[in-house]
């Protein structure tokens, strides 16, 4: 089946021409036709667009292709948060109308530059607020491997359309563990780069101190082949980072010998569940019969990391959402005044846990409390910050569980939000402190039977070494071949 | 740190946010104990600890004062739920 392959075993068998863009783009729309009435990954796709696509692709692959065109005829579908030009972009939220994007994401742009077949918009939370793909205006995600239950979120339709062979790879963002916590829940790949790697231009803001697009894929190279495409500085988002760009699957040698990973003790909570717990110990054995050396380390403000996010990414978002007003696009509720025109269009557009965060951030962030809470958590942020640096002057990556189990059932913590905020305990602190992060597959539960991720975390700008490690890991071991059967 | 109680009504005015009596109650209670939670920051002692606005120390970035492609007048009303004339049609704001 074409559409369970990789990118790299597909752009083999497209430059030798035993397989045509058209066909591997056929799969996919094939798979969703099939499954996605059960996953619902997808909120829409366009099936001609990506089809001529694939035929454009065919024409330059029968030129023989381009050796800078990476992507050449490979399907990769896209969280409903990043812009594509003249298709729908609606964040999972009412408020957006019939929107569509005047132009690409720089990550798009890079894609498209790179011969990828971008199609489809992936479900999401809405406003990419919340962690199992439940908060969408357009119904649930479910997960590949049972669908009682949670893909993980925010970017659940891309974790789940990737576990579910709908697309080659996929594109989500990652604000406190949204790409990490559903590819870890859906037994994917899931990479948050360092922020500052990949322009968030055309990335709907949700926590613009927080937020980076990253790649969902079936293995650990994909993840580097699309990072190397997306990386870079970009003058259009002036907290892109100048640093050069690799080619990272350059780093992917199988030898991790002497490298130093960090267990923190502060992450083998009460919360965690058995059988991760076994998984994750099963890993780390593993890592250490590679030659690695594993040492304890302490990041001792970790039980604040989810108080501090939460200030700070309600705080931001309440600011970034004022632009959803009813005036320059969306949809409208009028009225003539316009204070109340405002008011009832976002109270009509947006759903209860948005309105949620943007009474918190506003909250926070509201004269006589903007210090007690607001400036407070960014100190915080400092000392943890500080934690993860301090670490990394004696490991080269630090090994936890992504989450704290595997996919919980829909409806099982919709009605109490704070549980649901805890679920990303692991991932939160990674977004603080502004290092790069990946969740790789590592077992799973018995039953039934969900996947666990391992979540690995680097050194800003330390993605090589990152997913060299990952890479190692998954060379040694064979959970990320398995397949949901659906 | 503040106490956990929030004036929903008031919050809801300066977020310009139309919300039903029945969510305003909701969110009262779930907001509590969220900022119940929250209130453990203030355990910390953050004399000295500078705070973090960016994970990455960039300042002053600029770019030079040229003129560069930007979005189509017509691209950028496409969205716009009331237009005419080549504007935004709003309310009237001054008397």
Known sequence: MLNQLTISELAAKLARREVSARAVTQACLDQIARVDGKIHAFISYDAADALAQADTADKALAQGGRSDQSLLGIPIAIKDVLAVKNQPLNCASKILGNFRSPYDATAIEKLKAAGAIVFGRLNMDEFAMGSSTENSAFGLTRNPWDTTRIPGGSSGGSAAAVAADECIASLGSDTGGSIRQPAALCGCVGLKPTYGRISRYGLVAFASSLDQIGPFTKDVRDAATLLSVMSGVDPRDSTSVPEPVPDYTAALTGDIRGLKLGLPKEYMIGGLDAEVKAAVDAAVRQYEKLGAEIVEITLPHTDYAVATYYIIATAEASANLARFDGIRYGARVDSNDPIELYARTRGAGFGAEVKRRIILGTYVLSSGYHDAYYLQAQKVRTLIRNDFLKAFETVDAIVTPTTPTAAFKAGEKSGDPLQMYLSDIFTISCNLAGVCGISVPCGFTKNPKLPIGLQLLGKPFGEAVLLKIAHAYEQATAWHQEKAVL | ?95
Do not use: C, W
């Not at chain 2, 209670?29 to 994970?55: F, M, N």
């Not at chain 2, 040229?66 to 691209?75: F, K, Q, T």
């Open chain 2, 1 to 95: 740190m503040a106490s956990a109680e929030i004036d929903v009504k008031y919050v809801a005015h300066l977020a310009r946010l139309a919300l039903s009596p029945e969510e305003e109650k909701q969110l009262g209670a779930q907001l509590g104990s969220i900022l119940g939670y929250i209130e453990k920051l203030r355990e910390l002692d953050v004399t000295g600890v500078e705070p973090t606005a960016h994970a990455v120390p960039l300042v002053n970035v600029t770019r030079t004062d040229e003129v560069r492609p930007s979005l189509p007048h017509d691209a950028a009303l496409g969205n716009a739920p009331q237009k005419g004339g080549g504007l935004f049609i709003v309310p009237k704001i001054v008397e």
